[in-house]
């Protein structure tokens, strides 16, 4: 790997989103000299997104720092996400969205970071919310995590074992990155639903887990989210965010199953057996479909024999035991 940073922005129809993005990263302040580079990863628009960068990108000056345009037609972001990533020339990643508003000192301190910390896989900073406007809505402190704003973790430090970070301003690492899903593709994939492939950034974070990769939170990287309008209405929060929340779980679940399975009773023979004896409790009375689902993953991902579940269990464990 190169040693430098590569910023990665993946759009769709972009361009009333772009312009305050670009302007963010190009103002990133460079007292180290990192050699770093920035690439749009479109994901298919039909308006004006990769006239309106490239011309941006050579009104704000930065002749020295190389901007690429990806073309990926596949829906998904994941797509578009993993096509800019094998593009990338540097070590170190930074996952931008097009609706993310970084610090000038975001990229430093996340180089920074990431060089003197080698067994960190993955780190994010803190959002915070930016409207064109108007207030926020009264719910809203409820939801923040699922809007990708607020602290991460309680305070500058490795996340504890099962939480996880979400992918506005995520960095990590190209070699480990692909590492994850040279052998496993994403097991998104088998569902097609935009809302499903939009889960990436968690999929991501829980792979990292189950082989043993440190997540960490880093309070001083800040950027900001801007929340367009239509986005903080009841109708959007709950049947198409909240709901493509709901639709990934039926991947997801198997993968929190692993990790309760694995991470928690790692090294702990006692919790092993509670589980091992309370999961077939919980399958044959479970008050929920759900609840059923989840007692029969864990005890799946609990004994190294069984039948799985069904095909997407399955292979996280063959990957878990790649």
């Known amino acids: ?71 990926e037609s596949t829906p998904g972001k994941l797509y578009a996400l993993q096509k800019a990533i094998a593009c990338a020339k540097y070590e170190y990643l930074i996952i931008c969205d097009d609706d993310n508003w970084l610090d000038s000192d975001y990229m430093n301190l996340a180089y920074e970071t990431l060089e003197c910390m080698p067994n960190v896989a ?61 052998k496993f593709p994403s097991f998104l994939e088998e569902h097609m639903n935009k809302n499903v492939l939009s889960a990436e950034d968690t999929e991501y974070c829980m792979r990292l887990i189950l082989k043993g990769y440190k997540l960490y939170y880093n309070s001083s990287m800040r950027y900001q989210h801007f929340i367009p309008d239509h986005k903080l209405t009841l109708d959007y929060r709950d049947n198409r965010l909240m709901a493509g929340f709901k639709e990934a779980n039926k991947v997801l679940a198997m993968y929190y199953a692993a990790m309760r399975a694995l991470i928690k009773t790692k090294n702990r023979p006692d919790i092993w057996l509670a589980l091992l004896f309370i999961s077939p409790i919980n399958y044959l009375f479970a008050s929920s479909a759900s609840q059923s689902k989840r007692a029969r993953y864990t005890l799946y991902f609990l004994l190294p024999f069984g039948k799985a579940p069904n095909s997407i269990a399955a292979k996280i464990k063959r990957f878990i035991r790649s």
């Open 122 to 182: 993955a780190l994010g900073g803190h959002g915070l919310p930016v409207t064109s406007g108007v207030p926020l809505p009264g719910w809203f402190k409820d939801y923040c995590s699922a809007y990708a704003v607020g602290a991460q973790a309680r305070q500058t430090g490795f996340l504890p074992p099962r939480d996880l970070l979400w992918g506005a301003g995520l960095t990590t690492r190209k070699e480990v990155y692909q590492k994850l899903y040279a």
């Open 1 to 71: 790997m190169i040693k430098g940073v590569t910023v990665i922005i993946c759009t769709l129809n972009g361009s009333d989103r772009l312009t305050e993005t670009l302007n963010h990263v190009a103002r990133q302040s460079n007292p180290n000299k990192i050699s770093w580079e920035v690439i749009l990863a479109d994901n298919g628009s039909s308006d004006n997104s990769i006239a309106l960068t490239q011309a941006l990108w050579n009104d704000y000056g930065q002749v020295n720092v190389p901007l690429t345009v990806v073309i």
